[in-house]
């Protein structure tokens, strides 16, 4: 749709030509196509002649009577153009001279946005923070959520769905208006009692309601951690080799991360002590180590505790797959042996039900717990509250139990399946296979893991490197494989793939 405007004062054409002068002045040209709203085309026109200096400051413009009427539409898209015009500062309007280009708009400004339009953009050096700096030293982690052996991925397909949607939708239809409104920091009181049931009896986890804080996963609860716990340059232990998420919760943070080696009975303590004997925290996962699988010691716990306890440490206890142990049953927790409420406990319901759902907790000791509610008010605010009491009654009437029951007997079957399936290549020894959802195959010495890795995820395979997992170069390369969200078809299809690369 193309019309035409009369003025005493210019004639402007089409977007890209120039503006001449002219004493009748047609103005302007306006191509009007396109699913583009016309109020949308006729700002962006004006704004555009505008900065590329075809209508000059103090220009009059056509009213917008008469241009609805010479472009042959309504009133009201061009009064809606102008207005924005109007709320941006390109228009302004004067008692009986009309609407005209804002006087106000330099001249020399408007020449240099419409050399810079010309110009092809540059690329302009971003400034990051020294934490987001830190965080992108550290080796990419390779995520593949279709592929086989992805790791932390549980059975996805035996969640129970339909328990889950009634549940969700018994407390959606008809809400409380309070669980609508702002929420408590902590998360939902009866949640909280629920997880704090839960952990006294299944963990051995000294704890109250009032100690539970709820998270959206454990990731997020060592950033709450983080930032209510450490300073720049503080000192944490990692274990080596360790979760990789925890290096970058705590890089971000501005920590600095010790890496000290783990051996069959866990976290070398005594290597801790060498290292960093002053350090504000020390990260474990001391009920299954990640990735390498092994116990804690009762000795090195008690090791543990004594250094935080002597040095004003906190023990950051990461606890992310427990429920699933194949022989003996759960080891308890290290926060239920602290007389001197020195652990920070991380749960997740991720890798149990479904990673979406973004639903962990933290336990805080008690002289933490307004300084942990403090970060999180600064951080989020709130956690989601309709998840929360959903899976409160999904735990209170046991279809949670049921739900671990059914994948502890399916990952074991799994397990035992990867396990044989690589026996028969035979140039790997198998480590952490008696609990959780994942194993690692360890390589023969000079082996390049981060390659094989790449060539295995370009035939559809997501394996981790092992030395991902590690701050120091690592004494023997291998793979993490996990099993949990992997089916046996894929499993026995799979390995003959990652057989033929290695």
Request: proline share 7%.
């Amino acid at each position: 749709m193309t019309g035409f405007c009369h003025s005493d004062m210019t004639t402007l054409d089409g977007p890209g030509r120039t503006m001449k002068r002219s004493g009748t002045g047609l103005i302007p040209l306006i191509a009007l196509d396109g699913p583009t709203p016309l109020y949308r085309q006729l700002y962006g026109w004006f704004q555009h002649a505008i900065v590329e200096g075809r209508l000059r400051p103090g220009q009059r413009v056509p009213s917008t009577r008469a241009l609805a009427r010479e472009l042959k539409i309504s009133r009201i898209p061009v009064l809606t153009a102008y207005q924005q015009l109007h709320a941006e500062g390109y228009l302004e309007s004067f008692t009986g001279a009309g609407t005209c280009v804002a006087a106000s708009i330099p001249e020399e400004a408007l020449k240099t946005a419409s050399r810079a339009a010309r110009r092809p953009p540059r690329k302009i050096a971003a400034r990051l923070s020294s934490g987001v700096d830190a965080v992108l030293a550290l080796p990419p982690d390779p995520k593949q959520p279709g592929a086989a052996f992805r790791v932390s991925l549980p059975a996805l397909d035996h969640f129970p769905n339909d328990i889950w949607s009634s549940l969700l939708t018994r407390h959606a239809r008809h809400p409380a208006p309070r669980h609508l409104a702002y929420g408590d920091p902590m998360g939902d009181i009866g949640f909280r009692e629920t997880i704090a049931d839960y952990l006294s009896m299944a963990r051995a986890v000294r704890c109250d309601a009032s100690q539970i804080m709820v998270v959206a996963g454990s990731q997020h609860g060592l950033q709450i951690a983080a930032r209510a716990l450490l300073n720049k340059d503080d000192a944490v232990w990692m274990e080596e080799p360790g979760y990789p998420g925890a290096h970058r919760a705590f890089a971000i943070a501005g920590a600095r991360a010790v890496p000290v080696p783990v051996d069959a009975d866990g976290l070398d303590v005594e290597a801790g002590l060498a290292r960093a004997p002053h350090a504000r925290a020390a990260y474990v996962t001391p009920s299954h180590q990640y990735p390498m699988g092994m116990t804690l010691s009762a000795a090195r716990r008690m090791q543990l505790l004594s250094w935080a306890a002597r040095h004003d440490g906190w023990i950051i206890e990461d606890d992310y797959d427990s429920e699933y142990r194949y022989a003996g049953h759960p080891i308890a927790a290290v926060q239920g042996l602290s007389a001197e409420d020195r652990v920070i406990y991380a749960g997740t319901f991720s890798k149990v039900l479904f990673p979406a759902l973004r639903v962990g907790y933290l336990v805080i000791p008690k002289s933490l717990i307004a300084g942990f509610s403090a970060a999180r008010d600064a951080i989020d605010l709130f956690p989601a509250t309709l998840f929360q009491l959903a899976l409160a009654d999904f735990v209170r009437e046991g279809h949670f139990a049921r739900h671990v029951r059914r994948m502890r007997m399916l990952y074991m079957e799994r397990r035992a399946l990867l396990i044989s399936a690589l026996g028969e290549i035979g140039q790997v020894e198998i480590v952490s296979a008696e609990a959780g959802m994942h194993l690692v195959a360890l390589l023969p010495r000079g082996a390049d893991d981060r390659a094989i890795s790449e060539r295995a995820a370009a035939a559809g395979l997501s394996v981790q490197p092992l030395s991902l997992c590690c701050l120091e170069k690592p004494k023997r390369p291998g793979l993490i494989l996990g099993y949990g969200g992997t089916d046996a078809r894929r499993i026995t299809a799979g390995m003959r793939r990652l057989s033929a690369l290695l």
